[in-house]
């Protein structure tokens, strides 16, 4: 039997963003059914049941995650919806604003009923114009056909929704640098505890998901979560969104079922490597944060704790595919400047430590590496590591560790021969 | 200060205006007010983050501290039409570096350089979320998809022809 598109269900339609296309296709028939008689401890009950696990890169069940708000309400809660998809490697939530807003928005109105919320921020990176557009005219829609603002379908639940736009910052993905960024500051990551489900936007308890965990919302609430969690693998439930870019033929968003083979998705469904003659060296298979994967290392299932036990995370499932003219160094030069620049700069191992990997491996590259240069790189990586207040240390460290360890003789072979093996055709 | 020395049109100041009660704390305006002063001119000058800190009741050096955080807000002017090439890894791989090296001969600009004529501007920026049109780029706040040199000529003219 072919797979059932669910996520990507409306995307080839003509006009797919508009709500009456929605509507045409069984839009918003969950959020009928739920304001119908269902209670919002019941939905999220049944999320919870579903397993469904965060789709932003740490994959953190969603329904328990909203079993954290405290129970008194003598202040304000707030969902923010994370639409600063912002992780090197990861368009998949683009696809979904840009393509089926109403989907996203029926999963907000959702999430936002099952914690009992009047306010849903809905939080986009700076360079989405064109979602920020559509998102604001999807959220104009649904209040004019009585699916937000006051009394929502006569159920006398009230939501409001309001599009925040980002202006520039990948720390500002981070759900407590995204607070700040949106309560008009500089993005800088809060301490937790308190987590902020107790202590969030404004001093509230406030519920941070990503946009693609959202999407999967309206699926749970109209058909269960034992048919959610029949799909995909134990404890790695449900439809999921796998990018794949770089040296790969069809580069693109593929949906699949968590547990998806990394090869089978790469070949069969992006159409193998780009350049036939040029081998697979290497994948990351979650965003640029997470740990690569050498060629004979490949051989994985997609999902959270498959991926785990092969020594890296699924994270925002943004693959990266490099082939045999892939230098390593170069490629871990390009990603290292990227931290560097985006680190914010508050904790000194990741402020300090950027600046390192950039000024080591762009000696090493332009073949001016000294023989202890791969061991400082480590060295330094594991010095940030765990020493940060937010992940931003991990995201860097583990990259910069993963690539010279798995491809410690190219990193050798730059101090050796005094140069990049891959002359020119290396990413520079 | 007064109405006649503002640095925005009478029609940015409305919305602004309009911003500032439009979430539930008023401090939260400021991005989006932001985000009109450089809709408007193009960049934010220091004049212009004082008058932003005026209308939130705010430090002009928090503005300025909340400005230089985040990368699209130019603190100096712009090209008419402001290139923007993506530099991580998944459009490195897929060439930018040569659409970039084209552009620049081209145009006789370096990233963070303007034209002569005010027309172009180049700058090299991170992740546009677009890796699956890698080499990918944005002009203004249009996407550019599939940027390779041949396609980067075809963006000029067509700029050039839009003056």
């Known amino acids: ?428 | 200060m007064s109405a006649t020395t503002i640095p925005v049109s009478p029609e940015t100041d409305r919305r602004i205006d309009a911003v500032l009660d439009r979430y539930p704390r008023r401090s939260s305006a400021l991005l989006p007010a932001l985000h009109l002063v450089q809709e408007e001119k193009g960049w934010v000058s220091t004049e212009a983050m004082e008058y932003v800190a005026g209308k939130l009741g705010v430090a002009p050096a928090f503005v300025a501290g909340v400005v230089s955080f985040y990368t699209m807000f130019h603190r100096r002017p712009v090209g008419k039409h402001h290139l923007q090439i993506c530099r991580t890894l998944s459009c490195m791989l897929r060439g930018s570096r040569d659409t970039m090296n084209h552009l620049a001969s081209r145009l006789g600009i370096g990233p963070g350089e303007v034209t002569r004529d005010g027309q172009f501007s180049l700058e090299w920026v991170e992740c546009l979320g677009a890796c699956d049109t890698a080499p990918c780029a944005q002009v203004n706040d249009e996407d550019v998809p599939l940027l390779d040199q041949a396609a980067a000529d075809a963006l000029v003219e067509r700029l050039r022809g839009k003056r």
Not at chain 1, 376 to 399: H, M, Q, S, Y
């Open chain 1, 1 to 428: 039997m072919a797979q059932e598109l669910l996520l990507t269900r409306n995307i080839h339609r003509e006009r797919s963003e508009t709500i009456d296309v929605y509507l045409r296709h069984g839009g918003y028939e969950a959020l009928r059914k739920v304001l119908k008689g269902t209670t919002p401890e019941a939905l999220l009950n049944e999320v919870k049941a579903s397993e469904l696990r965060g789709r932003g890169g740490a994959g953190f069940p969603a329904g328990m995650k909203w079993s954290f708000l405290p129970k008194t309400k003598d202040k304000p809660r707030y969902l923010c919806v994370n639409a600063d998809e912002s992780e090197p490697g990861t368009f998949k939530d683009r696809l979904l604003i840009e393509k089926d807003p109403h989907l996203v928005l029926e999963g907000i109105i959702l999430a936002s009923y099952a914690i009992e919320c009047h306010t849903a921020f809905f939080y986009i990176r700076g360079e989405f114009h064109r979602g920020a557009r559509t998102f604001e005219k999807a959220i104009a829609e649904a209040y004019q056909k009585g699916f937000l603002g006051k009394n929502i379908l006569g159920s006398g639940y009230d939501l409001d929704v309001l599009v925040y736009r980002g202006a520039g910052a990948y720390i500002c993905g981070e759900e407590t640098a995204l607070l700040e960024s949106l309560e008009g500051k500089r993005g800088l990551p809060r301490l937790k505890p308190p987590f902020p489900a107790v202590v969030g936007l404004y001093g509230c308890p406030t519920i941070i998901n990503n946009v693609e965990t959202l999407a999967n919302v309206p699926y749970i609430a109209e058909r269960g979560a034992a048919w959610f969690a029949s799909i995909g693998r134990p404890k790695n439930t449900g439809p999921k969104l796998f990018c794949l870019s770089g040296h790969v033929r069809k580069p693109g968003v593929y949906e699949a079922p968590l547990g998806i083979p990394l090869l089978e998705l790469l070949n069969d469904r992006a159409g193998g490597m780009l350049h036939p003659d040029r081998p697979l060296k290497a994948c990351v298979p979650g965003g640029s944060s997470m740990k690569i994967l050498p060629a004979s290392r490949c051989d994985v299932l997609l999902d959270f704790d498959s991926l785990a036990a092969a020594g890296t995370s699924l994270g925002s499932a943004g693959g990266m595919v490099m082939d045999s003219s892939t230098c390593m160094v170069g490629a871990l030069l390009n990603l290292a400047e990227f931290y560097a620049h985006e680190s914010c700069g508050q904790c000194t191992p990741c402020r300090e430590g950027t600046g390192w990997f950039v000024q080591v491996l762009r000696r090493l590259e332009t073949g001016q590496g000294r023989p202890e240069d791969p061991d400082l790189l480590i060295d330094v990586a594991r010095k940030v590591e765990g020493n940060t207040i937010c992940p931003f240390g991990e995201a860097v460290a583990w990259p910069v560790g993963s690539y010279v360890a798995e491809f410690r003789s190219e990193f050798d072979d730059h101090v050796t021969r005094k140069a990049c093996p891959f002359g020119a055709a290396s990413v520079r």
